[in-house]
């Protein structure tokens, strides 16, 4: 969960809201092969994933802390050749700041995979300023050191390559929320501010492309509903939807012409603990369609998302593969792997 200013107590609150919301699950054009956990470690949190393949590998990253806040987060990179089996291939600890969510970018023109990591600066356990650095891999083994992104003032979330540039969507309690573009990843420029209404705490925003020059993007926004944008280049003008259900920690993909979307949402048909679902969904007109809920349940969600061979790949954290348990919080990191 990105922390900025005081949200995250918002966020943790609403994990654990109840919300009526018409769901359908199970639907037939997507079958889950399997799910499995792939983490789980020697600490109680382990949170925030994304999933990438590169290098005709498998590279999945998340934080791992003792607790949802209030702890420096060290950031972890899983590596498997078959999605199967997963090794840990680094770690990354940086003292007195909460690492947080940790997003792949793959540059296919250059062959170089990056690592944008969020940060959470805190003095004497009060949040101070938000930090962004930025690692990458020619070969997927060796990594560069950490750089610092220029971007201070707003949550950036899942920058996206297009060309030789990278886009990326920050927020900020209470503000708009605004475009970004860089050359090189470190430093963006602000291209606008985009014109959605702030109340109710828009933030997290992830974005892609469809082949045809679309830019697609998918808003989280407390209470109610969800934001669906469509833009194209040069991504100032955009037409916007508000779809019918909640997402936290939104991801998205275009796969056979299906606007693919998965995060956090609520079964509404389970019980006050075991509403807080991660699914697999898609957005159908100005609805959003719930193809599966995931095993999972209380504080979850934050998938990251691989598409190969008419499969697609899964990643996301649960605190438990049911219900939320107060008398047993911790976290793990879990693999699903579903046909389209």
């Not at 930090?131 to 003032?153: A, M, P, R």
């Not at 599966?292 to 209380?298: A, F, N, P, T």
Request: hydrophobic share 35%; proline share 2%.
């Amino acid at each position: 969960m990105s922390l900025m200013n005081n949200c995250f107590l918002f966020a943790v609150i609403q994990m654990f809201c109840c919300n009526d919301y018409n769901t359908t699950a199970n639907d037939s054009s997507a079958t889950i092969l399997s799910t499995e956990k792939i983490y789980e470690g020697k600490y109680s949190h382990n949170a925030f994933t994304d999933l990438v393949f590169f290098k005709n590998t498998f590279y999945c990253v998340f934080r791992e802390a003792k607790s949802h806040v209030g702890d420096n987060g060290t950031i972890v990179i899983l590596t498997s050749k078959n999605a199967k089996t997963w090794q840990v291939l680094k770690k990354i600890k940086i003292e007195q700041i909460d690492l947080r969510d940790p997003k792949f970018i793959l540059s296919e023109k250059k062959q170089t995979l990056y690592l944008q990591i969020a940060g959470s600066v805190y003095n004497e356990g009060k949040y101070v300023k938000t930090k962004h650095f930025v690692l990458k891999t020619k070969n997927g083994k060796i990594w560069s050191n950490l750089e610092l992104v220029n971007v201070s003032k707003k949550w950036l979330w899942k920058p996206i390559i297009y060309g030789d540039s990278s886009i990326a969507i920050g927020y900020r309690a209470g503000e708009k929320l605004s475009l970004y573009k860089s050359e090189d990843l470190k430093n963006y420029v602000k291209s606008k501010d985009l014109s959605l209404d702030p109340k109710g705490v828009l933030s997290e925003a992830a974005c892609t492309f469809d082949g045809k020059g679309n830019l697609f993007t998918i808003i989280r926004k407390n209470y109610p509903g969800t934001y669906f944008g469509t833009s194209q280049k040069p991504f100032l003008d955009w037409d916007w939807k508000k779809l019918d259900n909640v997402i936290g920690g939104p991801n998205i993909m275009v796969i056979n012409n299906r606007i693919i979307i998965s995060g956090r949402t609520y079964d509404n048909s389970k019980s006050k603990n075991c509403r807080t679902k991660t699914f697999l969904g898609e957005v159908v007109g100005d609805k959003i369609k719930i193809l599966h809920y995931l095993k999972s349940g209380g504080d979850t969600g934050y998938t990251g998302m691989v598409y190969k061979k008419g499969i697609l790949y899964l990643s996301y954290y649960s605190e438990d593969e049911k219900c939320h348990n107060p008398n047993n919080t911790k976290t793990s990191i879990y693999l699903s792997k579903i046909k389209l």
